[in-house]
């Protein structure tokens, strides 16, 4: 998933985009705001790195060929940034990549980026999170590897790897299948400690904030 020097994103090359970082835009009837200045200052991270900017430039993009092209049944719903649009969003990449191999293939790598910024842009918007550039847990000389952080949950999220266990779960070679599924599961714990850090935690737990 790591980008190898500035030109590359996480699953593959991106374009720079036309639009500015601050724009939002209606996407398949939705909203689309662009990734923002925030920035998690309790662990390592680069969001300076000319390719993370890159990656953070194409995302409103990115996320617009996803409701349109890749995923027009996820456009379609009245509000896709929900557990249902998660759970629509898996459905697809899991009919359409039927093994680790798909998945990793280089012909596939911009899909799977695009569910992977989905997937976390959910997170974002449900949770209080943000995105940031993470180094500290990323393979040897990645230079890109966007994670979200919410509040009140004190783990990073890297959604792209997520999307791609969750792809194979319970298939051969992937991780053993979940009740709800691995990315629906990891919804609900986060959805619970958000719901803590909002009823209680602010003051005791500032150090999940994102700015």
């Not at 459905?91 to 990549?97: D, G, V």
Request: hydrophobic residues 40%.
């Amino acid at each position: 998933m790591g980008a190898q020097k500035s030109e590359s994103s996480p699953s593959g090359r991106l374009g720079r985009s036309t639009r500015r970082s601050s724009d939002a835009l209606k996407i398949a009837g939705h909203t689309v705001r662009a990734i923002g200045e925030e920035r998690d200052n309790t662990v390592a991270h680069d969001c300076d790195n000319p390719g993370y900017r890159v990656w953070c430039a194409g995302h409103a993009a990115a996320l617009d060929e996803f409701f349109t092209v890749d995923a027009t049944a996820v456009g379609a719903l009245p509000d896709p940034w929900t557990l249902t649009g998660l759970r629509a969003a898996i459905a697809m990449a899991r009919t359409r990549f039927p093994d680790r191999a798909a998945v990793l293939a280089e012909e596939n790598r911009m899909l799977i980026d695009r569910l992977g910024r989905f997937v976390g842009e959910v997170f974002v918007r449900r949770f209080d999170g943000c995105w940031c550039n993470v180094l500290d847990t990323a393979p040897a000389e990645t230079e890109v590897w966007p994670m979200i952080r919410c509040r009140g949950y004190l783990a990073g999220i890297s959604p792209h790897c997520e999307v791609e266990l969750a792809i194979v779960e319970g298939r051969s070679g992937g991780p053993v299948a979940t009740r709800r599924g691995i990315v629906a599961e990891l919804f609900v714990s986060v959805a619970a400690k958000h719901l803590a850090w909002t009823t209680a935690d602010r003051l005791s737990n500032p150090t999940t904030a994102c700015r």
